[in-house]
């Protein structure tokens, strides 16, 4: 069973928005650290934002700061990333992942892949210009 599922992806159109929902399976979505990331074609693994486990502190790459928004429903043990006025550049598969650790300050443990636990198996965002 995979632990995380995300869903929402699709094609766009640059300046168009996309919201991505990552839901938990079997797991304790509210004791970890939530983290997206993305691949483009080519490229490694990249950050992309994370938030807290109770939603209070969210950080981004500097790449999506003031177009994405973080958030996240315990209940419902869905985190969500709203994606407003798309790029070209940001089409990738998109991934949501969960750190059982508390939050840090240190930017490092946040933005590197091997701090988080469990992956889903991406979602596909393609934006045209």
């Known amino acids: 069973q995979v632990p995380l599922v995300e869903t929402g992806g699709g094609l766009v159109q640059a300046g168009d928005s996309l919201r991505l929902s990552c839901a938990a399976a079997?797991?304790?979505?509210?004791?970890?650290?939530m983290g997206w990331f993305r691949r483009a074609p080519g490229k490694e693994r990249e950050f992309v934002a994370a938030?807290?486990?109770?939603?209070?502190?969210?950080y981004y790459a500097d790449s999506v700061g003031g177009r994405f928004t973080i958030s996240r429903d315990n209940n419902k043990k869905v985190v969500y990333l709203q994606m407003n006025s798309l790029k070209p550049e940001d089409t990738a598969v998109y991934y949501c992942?969960?750190?059982?650790?508390?939050?840090?300050?240190?930017?490092?443990?946040?933005?590197?892949?091997?701090?988080?636990?469990?992956w889903g198996q991406g979602t596909q965002v393609t934006v045209s210009s």
């Open positions: 992942a969960l750190d059982k650790s508390p939050w840090s300050s240190n930017r490092v443990v946040l933005t590197t892949t091997t701090s988080y636990d469990y």
């Open positions: 079997g797991l304790t979505l509210s004791s970890g650290v």
């Open positions: 938030i807290s486990n109770s939603g209070g502190s969210t």
